[in-house]
């Protein structure tokens, strides 16, 4: 999944003088306060962390709050989602006009029906709600389901993504791990069908047009056949 990347830091902690005693559980309530939140300073949001300290010496900042500040370097595993990346999440709820997904069990995301409509309908079966492929039956989006989705924008204060459907490999993504390739050669002949069709449709236009109209090679084609037909 996109958006996850490891960043190395050198950090400056500052901790009360009443925490000296235990510093190294006090460095790691500290770093702990900042889980699961947007941060600014390492633009994203911090999921993991692993700090140690080369020097044991610190320095006292005076003040009308005395504290003293640690060096450390860390190792930061963040979150940083951007517009158009690809993320997965699981499905929580579904409805005739949205869908909710849990991303990495902690950032929520919602999916409108303007953003899914062209590419999936929604269903009851046996009083389960699902979403069933137009261009395939076989690939359903249900509740559990781990799915596959663009993403739009994200609200870095509550962590909550809007998403899309309508990219193509995007779906419920043990279905797409299995049946991508198959699925794209379906769709394609899909496509390569209704182009016949529309140019079909052109050419017999065309056809009762008067001598001057111009034909492409597809419509000639197309008029060799039909030519051949009326000689049968």
């Excluded at 900042?34 to 320095?59: C, H, I, P, R």
């Excluded at 909550?160 to 394609?188: I, M, Q």
């Amino acid at each position: 999944m996109e958006g996850l990347k490891v960043s190395e830091a050198e950090l400056l902690v500052y901790l009360q003088p009443s925490k000296s005693r235990n510093v190294s559980q006090s460095i790691c309530d500290e770093l702990s306060s900042m889980l699961f939140k947007f941060n600014e300073t390492f633009d994203g949001v911090l999921l993991a962390y692993s700090a140690s300290t080369d020097d044991e010496l610190a320095k006292i900042l005076p003040g009308l709050y005395p504290c003293f500040g640690v060096r450390l370097k860390a190792q930061l595993l963040l979150f940083d989602p951007k517009p158009n990346m690809i993320l997965e999440g699981k499905v929580v709820k579904l409805g005739p006009h949205s869908i909710h997904v849990v991303v990495l069990g902690f950032s929520s995301a919602t999916i409108i029906e303007e953003d899914f409509k062209d590419k999936f309908e929604y269903k009851t079966k046996h009083g389960k709600e699902l979403f069933a492929s137009s261009l395939n039956k076989r690939h359903k989006i249900e509740i559990d389901s781990v799915l596959r989705f663009v993403v739009k924008s994200f609200d870095e204060e509550t962590l909550h993504f809007s998403g899309s459907l309508l990219p193509p490999h995007t779906g419920n993504a043990n279905w797409l791990d299995k049946y991508a390739d198959e699925d794209l050669v379906e769709r394609n002949q899909r496509n390569i069908r209704v182009a016949i069709l529309e140019d079909k449709e052109q050419f017999h236009k065309g056809y009762k047009q008067p001598r001057e109209a111009k034909f492409n090679q597809y419509q000639i084609g197309y008029w060799l056949f039909d030519y051949c037909d009326v000689m049968l």
